[in-house]
Every structure is written in structure tokens, then in C-alpha cells.
């Protein structure tokens, strides 16, 4: 008789303990995932945003994909962003992950997935800020963070975790009690001078690597000229920098096709021009070095976000905790197994 197929449920505490500590491991993984995905042995459709007419601010987004190579699943992302979360203590994105079998097709998993969209977002900004910065001869030592929640401390963990090493932290938040918080975690963690800049100009003018992690719907940073320094920008929140700044960098994105919708900054930059030859290439271009960014202009990081991260990161959290022997199963979960009863 042929067993019935299992299916797990992998709490948010089994993917910290799984990725926490691992990051180096975790940006090895993202950084696979994406030369499965240049090399074409990924499916990754395009993400659907789910919207509400009356809750602009709020939206659930689906990001099916599939991994082939020792990922070999596939499976699909739904995670929340409801920014007013935040006043009331919680986190503002939630998320569930589901791995589904290359075989069968069963969904053999159901993992909280906040972390891992966490992690993989901090990964792949870790890995892009390493290669760029390489690919440039220098590596930054002074850092802006500009918008400072979970996603933020997430890119700090992984830039430490990637080698990086500060002298001046500045810290730029519409909100002093969110940049107070943020400056005494770095505070907790780093050597360097941490400095709270109030305006965003300040921000951007003291720092050579720059980490936007806000929630802006729409730019509000539109001059290039506090970007005269060249810095090397992680644009993870996508929608903070005028089409201005974007035509004037060398603008690496993780998916041409993905990155050109939703009025992303480099969306908005495409339809005010009617082309997107301001791309210089993708991060994958960047890995095989097809690329090679500048020293000498702006350099600006967009990554979409693309569903075969998360799987790759959520195989892994799957195969640690299934080695562990902790792995919560759900008995009976799939019923109705017998063709005729
Ligand atoms: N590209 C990707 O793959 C990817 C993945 C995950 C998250 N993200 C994005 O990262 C961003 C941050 O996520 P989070 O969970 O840390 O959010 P969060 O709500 O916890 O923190 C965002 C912070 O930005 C601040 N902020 C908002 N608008 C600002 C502005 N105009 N100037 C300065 N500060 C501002 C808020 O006060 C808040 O402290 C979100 O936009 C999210 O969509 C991108």
C-alpha cells in the first residue's frame, strides 16, 4: 500500500533558528538561485497584487515560482504588507510559504514565511552591495540606512555577515522613535560612529552605501545632486527615487520584466522615457560579469523580489528541520486517498 503524503507545518521560531547564524549559507543559496534563474532553470511568473479599493496603503501579494538543481521544488509565497501594523507593535509584512513536490504536485509544507522573505531580501541585497562593491575596487565604510524596520536590521545582520565593516552608521526615518530604535540596535552591534541625520539630503550626502527600506508608495527623493558622492545604492523599497536619479545611474535590477511594473522607480523611469536601455543589466550579469559597474557614477540596486529566493530559502529551512527530526506533521492532513473508497 502506498503511504499518504505527509505535509508539515514549520513555524516562524524553526526558520530563525534555521537561518539565524547561517548567513553566509543564506547568501550562498540566493546567490545559486539566481544563476538558476539566468540560466533559465526557474519559473517565475509574474507576482499578483492582490489590492483593496478603500486600503490603498494595504495589499497581498502571490509570488508562485518553481527551482530546478538541488532546490527542486516548487511553490508559492503570499505575503502581507499592511503598513499601519506598525503602530499597534506588529510587524507590518505576514507571510505563508508552500512547498509543493516536483513529483506529485502535493504541497508537502506550510512554513512561516516573514523571515524567510526577510532573510532572502537581506541576502540578495548582501550579495549585490558585495559584487557591486568589488566590481567597483571599494568596498563602502560609511553606510545610510533610510527607512529603518525589520528589513533594514535584516540587510545590517547580512552586510556584517558579508564582511562589511563601518566607521560612520547614519540612520534617516520619518520617524524619530523608529530611527532612535534603529540607532540603538546598531549601537548594540557595531564599533562605528552611529549618527541620527534628520533630513533625508544629510542621509544621502554622508553615506557610500545607501539601504532605502521604507514603505513609500511614491519618489520622494528627487535630487540627483545629493548623489554627486556615487554612492552605491540597495533600493529594496523600490518606489523612493525619482525617474531623474534612475536615468542618471547604472541601474543593476534582479529581472528586467519583473522590475518594469508596479511603479517601481525604474517603472516610472521606463514610461517617462519610452525605453529601458537605463538598465545596465541584472545581477545575475553582474555574478558572470557580462557588467561591470563604475567607480565613477551612481549605482543603484532594484531588486523586485523574485519568488525563487524565497523557495530556495524555504528548501533549505524544510531539509534542516526535517534533519533535526522536528519536523511537525499533520496527521491525516490528505484524506480521501483511495480511488474507489
Ligand atoms: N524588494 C524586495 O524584494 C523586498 C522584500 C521585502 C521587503 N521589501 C520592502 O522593504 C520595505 C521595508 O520593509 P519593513 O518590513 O522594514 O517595513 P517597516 O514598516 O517595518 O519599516 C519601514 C520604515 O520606513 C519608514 N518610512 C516610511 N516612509 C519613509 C520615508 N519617506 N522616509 C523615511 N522613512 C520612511 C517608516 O517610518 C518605518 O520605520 C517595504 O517597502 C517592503 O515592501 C522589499
Known amino acids: 500500500m502506498t503511504q499518504s503524503p505527509s505535509f508539515a ?5 524553526q526558520v530563525h533558528e534555521a537561518v539565524s547564524g547561517r548567513e553566509r549559507r543564506v547568501i550562498a543559496m540566493v546567490e545559486d538561485a539566481y544563476r538558476l534563474h539566468g540560466e533559465g532553470r526557474t519559473v517565475n511568473p509574474d507576482s499578483y497584487f492582490l489590492r483593496f479599493p478603500d486600503e490603498p496603503a494595504n495589499r497581498i501579494i502571490a509570488l508562485p515560482a518553481s527551482v530546478q538543481g538541488d532546490v527542486n521544488v516548487h511553490g508559492i509565497k503570499w505575503i502581507s504588507s499592511f503598513p499601519g501594523n506598525v503602530a499597534g507593535g506588529v510587524p507590518r509584512a505576514s507571510a505563508v510559504l508552500i512547498l509543493n513536490d516536483t513529483a506529485t504536485g502535493y504541497p508537502f509544507a506550510c512554513l512561516e514565511s516573514s523571515i524567510v522573505s526577510a532573510a532572502r531580501t537581506a541576502a540578495s ?13 571599494e568596498r563602502p565604510r560609511r553606510v545610510g540606512f533610510f527607512g529603518v524596520g525589520l528589513i533594514a536590521r535584516y540587510i545590517h545582520t547580512y552586510l556584517a555577515a558579508n564582511g562589511f565593516e563601518f566607521d560612520e552608521l547614519n540612520v534617516h526615518d520619518l520617524s524619530r522613535e523608529h530611527a532612535e530604535g534603529f540607532r540603538d540596535y546598531l549601537a548594540r552591534t557595531e564599533g562605528g560612529r552611529i549618527e541620527i541625520r534628520d533630513s533625508a539630503e544629510d542621509l544621502v550626502r554622508s553615506s557610500d552605501l545607501v539601504v532605502f527600506a521604507t514603505v513609500a508608495g511614491e519618489p520622494h527623493v528627487t535630487e540627483p545632486a545629493w548623489f554627486g558622492h556615487h554612492p552605491l545604492v540597495l533600493h529594496v523599497s523600490l518606489r523612493d527615487l525619482a525617474p531623474e536619479i534612475i536615468l542618471d545611474a547604472y541601474n543593476v535590477v534582479d529581472d528586467v520584466e ?21 538598465v545596465a543589466g541584472t545581477l545575475y550579469d553582474v555574478l558572470t560579469g557580462a557588467t561591470t559597474p563604475p567607480a565613477d557614477r551612481t549605482v543603484v540596486f532594484s531588486p523586485f523580489g523574485l519568488g525563487v529566493l524565497d523557495l530556495a530559502v524555504a528548501r533549505y529551512v524544510y531539509d534542516h528541520v526535517a534533519e533535526s527530526g522536528d519536523l511537525h506533521e499533520v496527521p491525516g492532513f490528505f484524506h480521501e486517498m483511495k480511488r474507489y473508497g
Open 9 to 13: 507545518v514549520i513555524s516562524g521560531a
Open 258 to 278: 519583473h522590475c518594469m511594473k508596479a511603479n517601481t522607480s525604474p517603472h516610472l523611469a521606463e514610461q517617462k522615457v519610452g525605453h529601458r536601455d537605463f
Open 125 to 137: 541585497a548582501s550579495l549585490a552591495a558585495a559584487r557591486l562593491a568589488d566590481a567597483r575596487g
